[in-house]
C-alpha cells in the first residue's frame, strides 16, 4: 500500500485529517471502483465531454460488494491477521492487534446486516480459522482475556454467517470454538450472545425446546457480569420460543420483562457487539409471538400487524436483512389478519427485496409465506403468489 511504520502510527494515533491522494491510492489497491467512493479521485474533476462519457459505469451490486470484500480482506492482510494462503507467521502481538481484529469484524458485521451472509461467509470463516491460532502466538499475559474474547466475536461471526447461508453444520463448528474460547476468556456476556445465535438456529430448524434451553442457560450463567441490553435480548428469544410451542402466556410476560430491561439500556456500559440491538430487534419479537397468537386466534392478528409495522419503522436503513425479515413477518400477519390485497402488495416487494440479499434464512421465510395464505387461497392472485413461492423453493432446491 506504499505506508511506512510512522504514517500507520499518524493515521491511528493521529489527527483526523483526511489525504484525498491517499485515499485514492488505497483505494486502486483495493480495486474499489470510483463510482463506490465519497470523493473525486484528484485529476478527475475536471473531465467533460467525450473524456465524461467514457467514464466506467457502477459495477454491479455483487460485483461492488465482492470489490469491498476483497478491502476488506487486504485490510486484515496488511494487519498480519490473514496472510496469502491462510497461513500467518507467528509474531508477537500486542493491543494494537486485538484493536485491528475488532476493527475488521466490526467491517464484517456491517456488510453481513446489509448483504446478507450467503456473500461473505466463506471470508469470515477464512478470517475467524486465521485469528484463532493467535491464541498460541506470544503476548503479553495481561492481553489474554481481550485476544480470547476478540477471537471468541470472530467465530460467532462466523456462525452466523453460515448460518444465514443455510451452512447450519458449519455455523455449529464455529459457535462451538467461540462459545469454549468466550468461557475461557470469562466474558459471560460475550458466551450468552453465542447461545443466543445457537438458538436463533434452532428456532429457524424448529428447534424451540433446544432453543429455550441454551437460552435459559445463557441466563443462568450471566450472574453477575448480566446488562440491560443482555438480558433483553435474551429474553425476546425466549419469548418467541415460548410462543412457538403454544405458551402465549408465558411468552407475553416474558416481553414484558424484555422491555423493562430494553428500557434501562445505557449504551456506553454495555459490551460493543450489542450495537446491534435496537428497538426494531426488540419490537420484531412482539411481531413473532403475536404472528404465533394469531395463528391460533385470529383476533391477535392485528395486533401482530401493528408490532411488525413499529419494527420496520424502528430499524436503521443499514439493517437490511432484518427489514426485509420483518417485511415477511408484516406480509404473514397481513394474511392471518384477512388482508390478502395488502399482504400481496408487500409480498411482491418482499421477492424483490429477497433478490438483492444474499441469504439462504430469508428466503426460507419467504418461502415459508405459504403457510399463512391458506385460507385466500381460492383468490386467484393469492393462488399466483402461492405459485410464484413454490417456483423460488424449487430454483433455490
Same mark, same amino acid.
Given at each position: 500500500?506504499?505506508?511506512?511504520?510512522?504514517?500507520?502510527?499518524?493515521?491511528? &494515533?493521529?489527527?483526523?485529517?483526511?489525504?484525498?491522494?491517499?485515499?485514492?491510492?488505497? $483505494?486502486?489497491? @483495493?480495486?474499489?471502483?470510483?463510482?463506490?467512493?465519497?470523493?473525486?479521485?484528484?485529476?478527475?474533476?475536471?473531465?467533460?465531454?467525450?473524456?465524461?462519457?467514457?467514464?466506467?459505469?457502477?459495477?454491479?451490486?455483487?460485483?461492488?460488494?465482492?470489490?469491498?470484500?476483497?478491502?476488506?480482506?487486504?485490510?486484515?492482510?496488511?494487519?498480519?491477521?490473514?496472510?496469502?494462503?491462510?497461513?500467518?507467521?507467528?509474531?508477537?502481538?500486542?493491543?494494537?492487534?486485538?484493536?485491528?481484529?475488532?476493527?475488521?469484524?466490526?467491517?464484517?458485521?456491517?456488510?453481513?446486516?446489509?448483504?446478507?451472509?450467503?456473500?461473505?461467509?466463506?471470508?469470515?470463516?477464512?478470517?475467524?480459522?486465521?485469528?484463532?491460532?493467535?491464541?498460541?502466538?506470544?503476548?503479553?499475559?495481561?492481553?489474554?482475556?481481550?485476544?480470547?474474547?476478540?477471537?471468541?466475536?470472530?467465530?460467532?461471526?462466523?456462525?452466523?454467517?453460515?448460518?444465514?447461508?443455510?451452512?447450519?453444520?458449519?455455523?455449529?463448528?464455529? @459457535?462451538? $470454538?467461540?462459545?469454549?474460547?468466550?468461557?475461557?476468556?470469562?466474558?459471560?456476556?460475550?458466551?450468552?450472545?453465542?447461545?443466543?445465535?445457537?438458538?436463533?438456529?434452532?428456532?429457524?430448524?424448529?428447534? &424451540?425446546?433446544?432453543?429455550?434451553?441454551?437460552?435459559?442457560?445463557?441466563?443462568?450463567?450471566?450472574?453477575?457480569?448480566?446488562?440491560?441490553?443482555?438480558?433483553?435480548?435474551?429474553?425476546? =428469544?425466549?419469548?418467541?420460543?415460548?410462543? =412457538?410451542?403454544?405458551?402465549?402466556?408465558? $411468552?407475553?410476560?416474558?416481553?414484558?420483562?424484555?422491555?423493562?430491561?430494553?428500557?434501562?439500556?445505557?449504551?456506553?456500559?454495555?459490551?460493543?457487539?450489542?450495537? @446491534?440491538?435496537?428497538?426494531?430487534?426488540?419490537?420484531?419479537?412482539?411481531?413473532?409471538?403475536?404472528?404465533?397468537?394469531?395463528?391460533?386466534?385470529?383476533?391477535?392478528?392485528?395486533? =401482530?400487524?401493528?408490532?411488525?409495522?413499529?419494527?420496520?419503522?424502528?430499524?436503521?436503513?443499514? &439493517?437490511?436483512?432484518?427489514?426485509?425479515?420483518?417485511?415477511?413477518?408484516?406480509?404473514?400477519?397481513? @394474511?392471518?389478519?384477512?388482508?390478502?390485497?395488502?399482504?400481496?402488495?408487500?409480498?411482491?416487494?418482499?421477492?424483490?427485496?429477497?433478490?438483492?440479499?444474499?441469504?439462504?434464512?430469508?428466503?426460507?421465510?419467504?418461502? &415459508?409465506?405459504?403457510?399463512?395464505?391458506?385460507?385466500?387461497?381460492?383468490?386467484?392472485?393469492?393462488?399466483?403468489?402461492?405459485?410464484?413461492?413454490?417456483?423460488?423453493?424449487?430454483?433455490?432446491?
Amino acid at each position: 500500500m506504499g505506508v511506512t511504520q510512522a504514517q500507520l502510527s499518524r493515521v491511528e &494515533n493521529g489527527p483526523p485529517l483526511v489525504h484525498l491522494d491517499r485515499l485514492a491510492h488505497w $483505494a486502486g489497491v @483495493f480495486g474499489i471502483p470510483a463510482a463506490y467512493l465519497w470523493f473525486t479521485p484528484p485529476g478527475r474533476s475536471h473531465m467533460t465531454g467525450a473524456a465524461a462519457k467514457r467514464e466506467p459505469q457502477p459495477p454491479g451490486p455483487d460485483e461492488g460488494r465482492r470489490a469491498l470484500l476483497a478491502g476488506i480482506a487486504a485490510v486484515a492482510a496488511g494487519a498480519g491477521l490473514i496472510g496469502s494462503t491462510d497461513i500467518v507467521q507467528p509474531r508477537r502481538i500486542g493491543a494494537a492487534d486485538v484493536a485491528r481484529l475488532n476493527a475488521v469484524l466490526t467491517l464484517y458485521r456491517s456488510v453481513d446486516r446489509e448483504c446478507g451472509g450467503g456473500l461473505l461467509y466463506q471470508e469470515v470463516a477464512r478470517f475467524a480459522e486465521s485469528v484463532y491460532r493467535m491464541l498460541d502466538w506470544t503476548h503479553p499475559a495481561g492481553l489474554t482475556p481481550r485476544l480470547v474474547a476478540a477471537v471468541a466475536a470472530a467465530r460467532q461471526l462466523a456462525g452466523w454467517t453460515a448460518l444465514d447461508a443455510g451452512r447450519h453444520d458449519d455455523a455449529q463448528r464455529h @459457535f462451538i $470454538a467461540g462459545e469454549r474460547a468466550a468461557l475461557s476468556a470469562g466474558d459471560a456476556p460475550l458466551t450468552a450472545m453465542i447461545r443466543y445465535a445457537q438458538a436463533k438456529q434452532l428456532q429457524h430448524l424448529r428447534h &424451540n425446546r433446544d432453543a429455550l434451553a441454551a437460552l435459559q442457560l445463557a441466563h443462568a450463567q450471566l450472574g453477575a457480569q448480566a446488562t440491560p441490553a443482555v438480558k433483553a435480548l435474551l429474553w425476546g =428469544a425466549e419469548a418467541a420460543s415460548a410462543a =412457538a410451542l403454544g405458551d402465549h402466556r408465558i $411468552a407475553v410476560t416474558i416481553l414484558g420483562k424484555a422491555s423493562d430491561q430494553f428500557d434501562r439500556i445505557s449504551h456506553e456500559r454495555e459490551p460493543e457487539w450489542t450495537g @446491534f440491538y435496537d428497538r426494531g430487534e426488540l419490537l420484531a419479537q412482539y411481531g413473532r409471538v403475536y404472528r404465533d397468537k394469531a395463528r391460533q386466534d385470529s383476533r391477535h392478528a392485528p395486533e =401482530a400487524v401493528r408490532w411488525v409495522e413499529e419494527a420496520i419503522a424502528a430499524f436503521g436503513t443499514a &439493517n437490511v436483512r432484518s427489514t426485509v425479515l420483518n417485511e415477511v413477518g408484516l406480509c404473514s400477519a397481513l @394474511f392471518l389478519a384477512d388482508e390478502p390485497e395488502r399482504a400481496l402488495t408487500v409480498g411482491a416487494r418482499v421477492l424483490e427485496q429477497a433478490r438483492g440479499i444474499s441469504s439462504r434464512r430469508v428466503l426460507d421465510r419467504v418461502v &415459508n409465506l405459504r403457510r399463512d395464505l391458506a385460507r385466500h387461497r381460492e383468490l386467484p392472485e393469492v393462488a399466483a403468489f402461492e405459485r410464484a413461492l413454490t417456483a423460488r423453493a424449487a430454483a433455490a432446491a
